[in-house]
């Protein structure tokens, strides 16, 4: 099993020369039909079911101007008031630019005015929904700055808000060519920097281990539109050094970071080394790419768990969460592989561009509406769905964008080469040669696509033919006008294909998909099956899908309803040195779909179906299978028993749950802190305060008996208290004894506290000269006693 991995990147020994190229811009490149056009309709439906006025009400009551609409519910009105209205305007541009519709320029012309009415009552340039917004900025320009990962005086992370709303100006210029967005995006920028302009680099630095967004990526991409190098500047000092600097020494300091903080980061630093030279950034940027996706990366392309890293040497907290990787992170890897390609025509990047699109970008988003937040890896789970009424997180948002432009990569163009990097069927219009070339393809249903040439007179030019990782040495076919022809390349490369074309010329690439294993990178005996780039799961059932569809919740977007037990999961069992590929068997009739009767176990499964992941909707499903052998099935069932009883009995007594340091659990419990800080110990979060820190609990039909909290056995001399609701039910003093463990401490709530109240507030706080313990978890349970 341990030589089943098959997923290898050759980023340092591409077969094609390493060149610089250039996309074609949206309004060059359409999608014509399939399953990408479908999306990209329904995208655009969600997008059309939101009032614009609600997105823009945070803007208009920071701006002292009254709403014509109350805002959204959820996190538009939480403390990340705003945060929407900047994808929106993304979404829109690139709708607008991919397709031409009118409406979407009609909703994106709509709401550039009301952010320019915004800009101009505040008569600063600013246009943003931050609550408390004249405040907060006042503080950091007089250099009053506090900040912790997720917060920034005491706000919930307003740089990544604001980077929304910059990003979305850029993008109305960029993509929609909209004049206005220009000079509001340019005027906002100017804002920042009178802003950001008396703080000491040290003072940017400590802010920024605040969650900011792209920030640096926006204002390289401000100095790209105008040429004047202030903004580069802005770029640079906004670009964390404590992050750059080790990874562009290829330092591996990944494990425990909030996973999508990080990566707008490093798309900023090559953004930055696009435009100048400047090599640590460009270091940073490949060798954060290349640990992430070959490390750190399942079969679907996705990472992380509970929106972390995990340690590279244990996943095993991503096969059993129910929250997996999140679908913001994979948009923003995928626009990271986008940028390198550009940089280096390296099929490597494409290749992984093409799995996370497929495998985990096309299956977040519901055929009939509503995308996916976390995507569970463990078996027999499902996934929660978006409500336009409800939902809106930051998935959401990057979601309404991700369904808007399947055709950034499909084409790539250098000199008179035009590469041909994805097998979606569309029209490319290649202004500089005067000419169109038609992709015809109807990939991954058929491994084939036909590319037909068009222009008014003969054109000498040279078709670049993608020859992808996963095909076969060997197998991949070539026609030119039903000729077949000679190759050279080898898969991971691209194929050059130069002729004088005459219009009409057709060029057929046959792409033949085989089977093969993926095994789970910590190779802990799961495996994952692919057809050529399709990752294939199995539908395990459709019962107990709880909040299905997502409330307005702050935790709505979590698939919390029943574990399937993992020792009742379908696997796949099999005697040593037999091959498991050789036992799954393709359906007539059906390309993608295929059985396993022989490996799957227990009985009940024998039937199961592996297809597409991405084709899988509102229904249980498995993606990784458990191998084991015959003799070894008693051992690991009994283990994987006694896991799921202790498993099973702790979801029993859990009424809520903390998380500590991470960061999407504590904004869910409404945390609150002075003087606190957080951090990584043995791979697990915790977060102390000489001061105090607090969060809302939920005493659900007030069951609450006590309140257990995890520590590290060798915290010393710290003295705190715990309250609940503004009373003391503990003094703890901690001294080190327990060892280098980790403890739990069961504290009795009294019954008073509980019988009448929802929200628990559950405050540590440190005794004068001392600071409170790190606190590894904090769960409201329903028991005083411990299961023996």
Not at 15 to 23: D, I, Y
Not at 312 to 334: H, R
Not at 648 to 673: C, K, M, N, W
């Amino acid at each position: 099993m341990r030589n089943l991995i098959v997923f290898l990147f050759a980023f340092s020994s591409c077969a094609v020369a390493q060149e610089q190229v250039n996309l074609f811009p949206l309004n060059e490149v359409s999608v014509n039909s399939g399953v990408f056009k479908e999306a990209a309709l329904t995208d655009f439906k969600y997008i059309s079911q939101l009032e614009p006025d609600r997105l823009l009400s945070p803007f208009l009551r920071e701006a002292g101007l009254e709403p014509k609409a109350e805002s959204y519910t959820n996190w538009e009105n939480t403390g990340l008031d705003g945060h929407t209205a900047g994808h929106y305007l993304s979404a829109l541009s690139m709708y607008y630019a991919s397709t031409g519709d009118l409406k979407a320029k009609e909703l994106l012309d709509y709401t550039l005015s009301e952010l320019d009415k915004v800009q101009k009552a505040n008569g600063n340039g600013y246009i943003g929904g931050v609550p408390g917004s004249d405040a907060l900025w006042a503080e950091i320009k007089a250099g009053t700055i506090h900040a912790g990962s997720f917060s920034l005086n005491d706000k919930w992370v307003p740089l990544y808000n604001i980077h929304k709303t910059f990003a979305g100006l850029k993008d109305a210029w960029v993509h929609a060519e909209i004049p206005l967005a220009k000079e509001m995006l340019i005027e906002l920028t100017d804002w920042f920097l009178d802003i950001t302009s008396g703080l000491s680099q040290e003072q940017i630095q400590d802010m920024l281990r605040s969650e900011h967004g792209g920030l640096n990526e926006t204002f390289a991409d401000v100095y790209a539109i105008t040429g004047d190098k202030k903004y580069l500047k802005l770029a640079e000092d906004f670009s964390q050094l404590s992050v750059l600097e080790p990874l562009a020494a290829n330092q591996d300091i990944l494990t425990g970071m909030h996973a999508n903080t990080q990566i707008p980061k490093f798309i900023g630093f090559e953004r930055i080394s696009q435009l100048e030279e400047a090599k640590d950034y460009k270091k940073a940027a490949v060798n954060f790419f290349e640990n992430v996706t070959t490390k750190r990366s399942i079969s679907i392309g996705g990472n992380s768990v509970r929106e972390h890293f995990n340690p590279i040497a244990d996943f095993s907290a991503v096969l059993n969460s129910e929250q997996g990787p999140e679908s913001c992170n994979t948009y923003n890897m995928l626009k990271l592989s986008k940028m390198l390609f550009e940089d280096s025509a390296n099929e490597a990047y494409v290749d992984f561009y093409e799995r996370g699109l497929f495998n985990h970008i096309l299956s977040s988003q519901n055929p009939d509406g509503g995308f996916v937040y976390f995507t569970p890896i463990r078996p027999g789970h499902y996934r929660v769905y978006s409500q336009p009424e409800t939902s809106f997180w930051c998935c959401v948002g990057s979601g309404m964008e991700n369904h808007t432009k399947y055709n950034e990569l499909i084409y790539a163009k250098k000199d008179d080469k035009l590469y041909v990097n994805l097998f979606i069927p569309s029209e490319v219009n290649w202004e500089t040669q005067n000419a169109t070339l038609t992709q015809d393809t109807n990939f991954p249903e058929e491994a084939a696509t036909e590319l037909i040439w068009n222009s008014k007179k003969k054109t000498k030019a040279t078709l670049m033919l993608r020859y992808p990782q996963w095909v076969k040495a060997g197998t991949l076919k070539l026609y030119v006008n039903g000729k077949l022809q000679q190759i050279a390349a080898t898969p991971g490369s691209y194929i050059p294909l130069s002729r004088k074309w005459k219009n009409g010329d057709r060029v057929k690439l046959e792409v033949p998909m085989h089977l093969s294993l993926e095994e789970i990178p910590d190779e802990s005996g799961y495996i994952s099956i692919k057809y050529g780039p399709i990752v294939l799961a199995a539908v395990t059932g459709d019962e107990d899908q709880d909040g299905l569809f997502a409330d307005d919740s702050r935790g709505g977007h979590i698939a919390d309803g029943p574990f399937l037990p993992l020792n009742e999961a379908p696997m796949f069992v099999s005697e040593e040195g037999e091959s498991v590929l050789d036992k799954i068997k393709s359906v007539p009739g059906k390309a993608l779909e295929f059985t396993a009767s022989e490996l799957f176990y227990p009985s009940e499964y024998k039937d199961l179906v592996l297809q597409p992941f991405y084709k899988i909707h509102e229904k249980r499903y498995s993606i990784y299978f458990e191998k084991e052998t015959p003799e070894g099935l008693a051992e690991m069932q009994r283990e994987l028993k006694e896991k799921q009883e202790a498993e099973a009995y702790l979801r029993s007594i859990t009424l809520d749950f903390v998380a500590p340091g991470e960061q999407q659990p504590e904004s869910d419990h409404g945390i609150q802190s002075e003087k606190s800080n957080s951090g990584l110990n043995q791979n697990r979060h915790w977060r102390d305060a000489t001061g105090w820190f607090s969060y809302d609990l939920k005493n659900k039909e007030a069951k609450a008996q006590a309140l257990r909290v995890t520590y590290f056995g060798k915290d010393a001399n710290r003295n705190f208290k715990i309250l609940v609701n503004g009373e003391v039910i503990a003094n703890p003093k901690l001294m080190g004894a327990e060892g280098a463990k980790f403890f739990e401490v069961d504290y009795q709530l009294p019954k008073k506290l509980v019988v009448d109240n929802e929200i628990l507030t559950v405050r540590f706080e440190a005794e004068e000269g001392s600071s409170t313990a790190g606190v590894y978890g904090v769960r409201l349970i329903n028991t005083t006693k411990t299961k023996k």
